[in-house]
């Protein structure tokens, strides 16, 4: 449901890894993005960007970025906030099914997660689908460990409405070579806990992350793909997954 507040304020409620929340937006240039998620129930949290805030950080983005543009990134992030004591998360990676579950690529920002994924479809397109490009939301219920999308697909704006149970994670990294390994937790927590798209505005949400990875951890395998970005990392991952996951 969209409601105008005024001349220059929009609401609109969404439901993100199934709680509805109310987004309150000055711009309208992301409205369409997120009407694929609007519902019409009673919103649990309402998430807001004041125009003030939205002109402090306009200088920490890239230069070309636009007041729009940085209100819509840190719906995201106050979102999150408020997820979180619903035990979801939006984190940042590409989220994709594929036999069934649904798998995590994550890395820092132009470390090649999208060039990956484009790797896998060509390759393997008939068995994969996407379900976030970007920043999918992680819901941790008593049955485990779900992925869902979000209206942050990423500047490829790649996304679906599907969800799937999390099989697992691939924590990339660039190289001269190909080479994939899985990681022991330790290893780890501090690569994945800067993947929390949260604003770290307050301890208890701190501790609130802190205890979704420990979950997060506990529940699916992680591994590290060093690769080069080609078609033979794509194999490379997938072989490896099938090989230790199903016994192929």
């Not at 060509?122 to 939301?137: A, T």
Request: with cysteine.
């Amino acid at each position: 449901m969209i409601s105008p507040l005024c001349f220059s304020i929009m609401e609109i409620s969404v439901r993100l890894g199934g709680v509805p929340l109310l987004l309150s937006c000055a711009h309208n240039e992301y409205m369409l993005t997120y009407m694929p998620f609007a519902c019409c129930d009673m919103p649990l949290a309402s998430v807001g960007v004041s125009a003030a805030e939205v002109e402090r950080l306009l200088p920490l983005y890239e230069e070309d970025s636009t007041a729009p543009y940085v209100e819509h990134m840190e719906l995201c992030t106050r979102a999150c906030d408020a997820l979180l004591p619903f035990e979801r998360a939006i984190f940042h990676g590409v989220a994709f099914i594929w036999r069934g579950q649904a798998w995590l690529l994550t890395a820092l920002s132009g470390t090649g997660k999208t060039t990956h994924y484009i790797q896998w479809k060509r390759q393997y397109g008939g068995e994969i689908s996407i379900i976030n490009g970007d920043k999918p939301v992680l819901d941790f219920s008593e049955e485990g460990i779900s992925v869902h999308p979000s209206p942050w697909r990423g500047k490829e704006n790649m996304g679906s409405m599907r969800s799937a149970p999390l099989g697992g994670i691939i924590m990339l990294k660039q190289g001269q070579g190909n080479a994939m390994r899985r990681v022991e937790p330790q290893e780890a927590v501090a690569e994945l806990f800067m993947q929390f798209l949260f604003t770290r505005s307050t301890p208890l949400d701190v501790r609130r992350v802190c205890a979704l990875e420990e979950r997060l951890l506990q529940s699916v395998p992680v591994w590290q793909l060093v690769n080069r970005g080609d078609e033979a990392s794509a194999r490379l991952c997938r072989d490896t997954l099938a090989k230790e996951m199903y016994n192929a």
